[in-house]
């Protein structure tokens, strides 16, 4: 029985093609899990957008909830309380790539949310049991409401949340490429100590809930470790296109 795939090293094809047809009607959820900075909101964002698919990032509604724990004074390790207040939470979130919000009742925290501050709490909410049933139960609801066609990405996406989406998939990269990433995407503000304890520490204490350095029975792995931006669409493109039509990208060698 296939147990695991790698795609990582296939050879990457930038020149991907429109894709907005493909099962059109039919459902298509890819669900896309992996370790901090290993690209999954960007890549998952421009998946979506070849494909003409709703976008989830299951992790703005993580750092949603620690955000409104922290406003309204909820002590992060009373997981009766980070409970209640997911129950409780008016989140509201697009799933749209063209327009991406994150909304608590009236106010816009789309920007606050990716704080260090947020970044730095957001895995004590993570690590709380029953805040994550309510999550999870939020995020099928959205699967649902997208009419099954969308992009969902987080950590538990391919196991728990989506384990029947057609295309599942474990993206991943090195410590050392997931690193620079984040502290270039935060503009090099950050020191190396605090992107260990942001990436790795994070991953570390995220690791005791759920799986997501190791891709489940049936997940293809793609290691972007080596590929720039394009290419790892590119190669998660074809993944997807496998995985429902067993067709490959030709490249422009061979169009050519
Ligand atoms: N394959 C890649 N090569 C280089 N940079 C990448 C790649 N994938 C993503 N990035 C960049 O790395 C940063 C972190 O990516 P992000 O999508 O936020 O990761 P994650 O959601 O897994 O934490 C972003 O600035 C993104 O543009
Ligand atoms: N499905 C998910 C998504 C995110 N999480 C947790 C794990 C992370 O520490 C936080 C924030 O996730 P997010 O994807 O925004 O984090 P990164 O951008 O990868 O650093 O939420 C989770 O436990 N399950």
Known sequence: METQDRAGGQTPDSAAPDLRHLRLGKPLVVAIDGPSGSGKSSVSREVARRLGLAYLDTGAMYRALTWHCLASGVELDDAVAVEASARALKLEQSTSVEHEFVKVGDLDITEQIREPAISS????????????????????????????????????????????????????????????????????????????????????????????????????????????????????????????????????????
């Open 121 to 256: 709490a957001v895995s004590a909410v993570a690590t709380t049991l029953g805040a994550r049933t309510e999550l999870v139960r939020r995020q099928r609801e959205a699967i649902t409401h997208a009419a099954k066609r969308m992009v969902v990405e987080g950590r538990d996406i391919t196991t728990v949340v989506a384990p029947t989406a057609e295309v599942r998939l474990l993206l991943t990269a090195s410590e050392e490429a997931r690193m620079a990433r984040r502290g270039m995407q935060l503009g090099g503000t950050q020191t190396a100590e605090q992107l260990t304890s942001q990436v790795l520490a994070r991953d570390a204490q995220d690791s005791t809930v759920v799986e997501f350095q190791r891709a489940a029975d049936g997940v293809v792995t793609v290691d972007s470790s080596d590929l720039d931006f394009e290419q790892t669409v590119a190669v998660v493109l074809r993944v997807v296109l496998e995985a429902v039509e067993g067709k490959h990208f030709r490249s422009s060698a061979a169009e050519g």
